[in-house]
């Protein structure tokens, strides 16, 4: 069974950091890209950072391009997301996401995990 | 890019069918047929039921269908069910390497 479980979130002051994780099993991760995708509170759902499987291609959404860092540690199954100074507008929900090539979409996501940036 | 444009809600009574459409451009719906729906209940992640605009992941009810037309893609639901009551968006792949939702839609079944 594929899962996806994230780690990292909290409280966070503007101008801060964190960095968060997540962690896959049920499958082989090292053959899959993955992505980030966050949901601001009672709003709608916004990509964010794509990683290829060996983490040599990245694409980042212009609202955190210079300020996140999506990466993957394969001998860990790990996928990671920086972020750096950090805004109010930056609160949300994360979920990684597994892709899939066929279809160009995200097939299986996390539960998410909960960043609050305010002072 | 802009998000692509769902309407913000649909209703139909149980046993009925609805369609919600997700509007775009010609650098994302309507250049790909990567169209993509999900259902998402609240406090949940979302699922995928459909990619590559008419495709149903294994698992998925065969009540959900997808379609596309020139830049706007549908998501049609037939046989209403209680349990379908969610928000669902829509999502493209675009032509600057990126992707993009809609603002979702919320599906009241009556």
């Known amino acids: 069974e594929v899962q996806l479980v994230e780690s990292g979130g909290g409280l966070v002051q503007p101008g801060g950091s964190l960095r968060l994780s997540c962690a896959a099993s049920?499958?082989?991760?090292?053959?899959?890209?993955m992505n980030w995708v966050r949901q601001a509170p009672g709003k709608g759902l916004e990509w964010v950072s794509y990683i290829s499987s060996g983490g040599s291609t990245i694409y980042y959404a212009d609202s955190v391009k210079g300020r996140f860092t999506i990466s993957r540690d394969n001998a860990k199954n790990s996928l990671y997301l920086q972020m750096n100074s950090l805004r109010a507008e930056d609160t949300a929900v994360y979920y990684c996401?597994?892709?899939?090539?066929?279809?160009?979409?995200?097939?299986?996501w996390g539960q998410g995990t909960l960043v609050t940036v305010s002072s | 890019q802009s998000a692509l444009t769902q309407p913000a809600s649909v209703s139909g009574s149980p046993g009925q069918s609805i369609t919600i459409s997700c509007t775009g451009t010609s650098s994302d719906v309507g250049g790909y047929n990567y169209v993509s729906w999900y259902q998402q209940h609240p406090g949940k992640a979302p699922k995928l039921m459909i990619y590559?605009?008419?495709n149903r992941p294994s698992g998925v009810s065969n009540r959900f269908s997808g379609s596309k037309s020139g830049n706007t893609a549908s998501l049609t639901i037939s046989g209403l069910q209680a349990e379908d009551e969610a928000d669902y968006y829509c999502?493209?792949?675009?032509?600057?390497?990126?992707?993009?939702f809609g603002g979702g839609t919320k599906l009241t079944v009556l």
């Open positions: 590559g605009v008419t």
């Open positions: 999502s493209s792949y675009t032509s600057i390497t990126t992707w993009v």
């Open positions: 996401a597994r892709y899939l090539v066929v279809g160009a979409t995200f097939d299986y």
């Open positions: 049920g499958f082989t991760f090292s053959n899959y890209e």
